[in-house]
């Protein structure tokens, strides 16, 4: 049989990219799966975004995921966009589909999915902390998948209030802006807490979102995005306090999942990424 030393290529662009586990959980599914593909991780800036999407073109990259800062920016460089990604405005996975480089968001699929083990999200009300790309993700998914209401809890006003008119306009869902300038109390009738800040972050992993973790209580569930490490100061408070917790490294596995079902067409074992992701004892 002839061999052939040309191996399919997907990767990241991120800045910074060091911190990013991701790499490995998408080897070892390649790995596992016995796929000939590769996935390399670089560091791109914002500058050579441009040229670093037309790279993965003319080298015919499968395709790639973008991570900070590029889940915005990268969408002038595509041909397309799918359809969650065009109400979301970000992308984070880009799909080579018949010559053209399609822009898909999996970061709020992938979060419902590993929250989805921890709790039925319908009707229940929520705070989301941050109104980033990530979070803009996450909002659209939980309001698709059935949740009442979400208070939207962020320090750019700008981006806070576009993210709950983008719930009301788009969504079943209703939302609400909530200024963040001091430390902010859950409240009670809360069913789920969200952290999609970048806050706790590695090397910023003694930072911790301004609540107060005292109106944290048992019952709800604080789901914390961060993957690196997974284990935040958010989600210690939130474990001594009786919630239930669902980590950024169930996100991460999540969107992974579908991430590479859109690039190679086949569902990969989750557990197999997950036990990866543990290896690196984060
Ligand atoms: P963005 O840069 O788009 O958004 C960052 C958000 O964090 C904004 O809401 C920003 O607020 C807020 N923020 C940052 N620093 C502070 C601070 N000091 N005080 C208050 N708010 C702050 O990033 P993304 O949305 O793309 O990503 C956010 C996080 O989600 C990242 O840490 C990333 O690791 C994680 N993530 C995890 C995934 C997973 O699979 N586990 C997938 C995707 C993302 P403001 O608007 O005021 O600037």
Known sequence: MPHDFLQPLTGCFACPAGENPT???????????????RYINCEVTPDNLAAAVAGARAMGWRGFNCSIPHKVAVVEHLDGLGESAQIIGAVNTIVARDGKLIGENTDGKGFVRALSRTCDPKGM???????????????????????????????????????????????PATATY??????????????????????????????????????????????????????TKLLQAAEARGCKTADGLGMLVGQGVIGLKYWTGIDVDAEVMRQALNDLGL
Not at 23 to 37: G, K, Q, S, T
């Open 23 to 37: 790499v490995a959980m998408i080897e070892a599914a390649y790995r596992h799966h016995d796929l000939p593909w």
């Open 178 to 231: 909530q200024p963040w300038d001091s430390t902010y109390s859950i409240p009670p009738e809360t069913g789920i807490v969200v952290n999609v800040t970048s806050i706790g972050l590695y090397p910023d992993v003694d930072s911790t979102p301004d609540i107060d973790h005292d109106s944290l209580r048992p019952g709800m569930v604080v789901a914390d995005g961060i993957p690196n490490p997974p284990r």
């Open 125 to 171: 009300k929520v705070v989301l902390l941050g109104a980033g790309g990530a979070a803009r993700a996450v909002a659209v998914e939980l309001a698709l998948a059935g949740v009442a209401q979400i208070t939207v809890v962020n320090r750019s006003a700008t981006r806070g209030e576009a993210v709950a008119q983008l719930i009301n306009e788009k969504t």
